[in-house]
């Protein structure tokens, strides 16, 4: 436990080195407020109401934060394995299990708790406990999923920031079950947004079953595509 927690505090100098990276820390509190309080007084002014797309609100809320953060250690982790200091690691009491949970595990647990204070603080939407708690987990595991989008997909921090832009295309299932009726909607299947999306659209426990069983099996893959470019 003493060397995943100092790992993780080197992690977090690092990110306090990089002035993007750490403001990216913050920018779901900044994000989240403006949500709070700029969506309801745009209303006023302007007499339209958004109040069908709270949902699609509070949902980027719940992704914002984790995606954020692991994208912070997600870049770490890429320089670490362009530099050959993975390998490092690996050798090291730490080992390349402690080390990759070091990278992907606890900037996803630390991620679901900021989530969870981040929707309760500023979600627009009256949400129970229970699926707050649920869609601040499954935003920590759509988090995941985009760090190893960045790992695996690049081969330098330049490579990263295009990665980055292009696994924010998953995100693109959460307003789907809102705009698209029909079966069509289900074409983006095989996105964990979507699932998520269905869940606090119907406040259906059930979906976000199948969004975790989706999830797994983007783990799957990119977990087996990352074990090889860490073996390489």
């Known amino acids: 436990m003493k060397k995943i927690l100092s790992s993780t505090i080197q992690v977090f100098r690092q990110i306090k080195s990089d002035p993007m990276m750490f403001a990216a820390c913050f920018t779901p509190f900044i994000m989240g407020a403006l949500i ?26 719940s992704i914002m934060a984790p995606v954020l953060l692991c994208f912070a250690f997600a870049m770490i982790t890429l ?18 299990a402690g080390y990759l949970f070091t990278r992907l595990v606890v900037p996803a647990i630390i991620s679901a708790v900021i989530a969870f204070i981040v929707l309760l603080l500023f979600s627009l939407e009256k949400l129970s406990i229970g699926m707050t708690i649920c869609l601040a987990l499954l935003g920590s595991v759509q988090a995941i999923i985009v760090s190893l989008m960045i790992i695996t997909l690049s081969g330098n921090k330049l490579e990263g920031m295009a990665v980055t832009k292009l696994s924010a295309l998953t995100l693109l299932g959460i307003p789907v079950p809102f705009f698209v009726k029909g079966i069509f909607q289900y074409a983006v299947g095989f996105l964990p947004s979507f699932w998520v999306g269905k869940a606090i659209q119907n406040n259906g426990y059930i979906n976000l079953l199948i969004a975790l069983l989706v999830a797994s099996i983007w783990f799957y893959v990119l977990i087996s595509k990352l074990l090889k470019k860490l073996a390489g």
């Open 36 to 61: 709070k309080f700029g969506i309801p007084f745009l209303e006023r002014i302007t007499e339209f109401s958004l109040q069908g797309y709270y949902p699609i609100f509070d949902l980027l809320l």
């Open 79 to 96: 320089e670490e394995i362009d530099d050959k200091v993975s390998r490092y690691f690996s050798i090291t009491p730490l080992g390349k």
